[in-house]
């Protein structure tokens, strides 16, 4: 079993930045692949970010490039996510995920293990 724990969400004006975190416990967290994930009112849970075990390959949806920056320290078991320049279209209750395959949560939308989510407001 793994235990995620999201923090450091919170209310920001557009174009301010907030940085997540999620914390592991349980099993080794660096064999995991870490993701965020989000969701708006009313819309569906959708993917945001992945990384992988060492930390040395990220990938990020399209509407996040260049704004948001995934990162992870196995030592701490910890996963980050910085957000800049943000829009009030990022509002949502963001979570992390972890799982073994990144197929699984980046296709599929699926993780072994999901946090309890943290809430991001971005005012315009």
């Known amino acids: 079993q793994v235990q995620l724990v999201e923090s450091g969400g919170g209310l920001v004006q557009a174009g301010g930045s907030l940085r997540l975190s999620c914390a592991a416990s349980?099993?080794?967290?660096?064999?995991?692949?870490m993701a965020w994930f989000r969701q708006a009112p009313g819309k569906e849970r959708e993917f945001v970010t992945a990384?992988?075990?060492?930390?040395?390959?990220?990938y990020y949806t399209n509407s996040v490039k260049g704004r948001f920056t995934i990162s992870r320290d196995n030592a701490k078991n910890t996963v980050y996510l910085q957000m800049n320049s943000l829009k009030p279209e990022d509002t949502a209750v963001y979570y992390c995920?972890?799982?073994?395959?990144?197929?699984?949560?980046?296709?599929w939308g699926l993780g072994d293990y999901w946090g309890q989510g943290t809430q991001v407001t971005v005012s315009s």
């Open positions: 349980g099993r080794p967290f660096s064999t995991y692949v």
């Open positions: 990384i992988n075990w060492s930390g040395g390959s990220t």
């Open positions: 995920a972890a799982d073994q395959s990144f197929e699984r949560l980046h296709t």
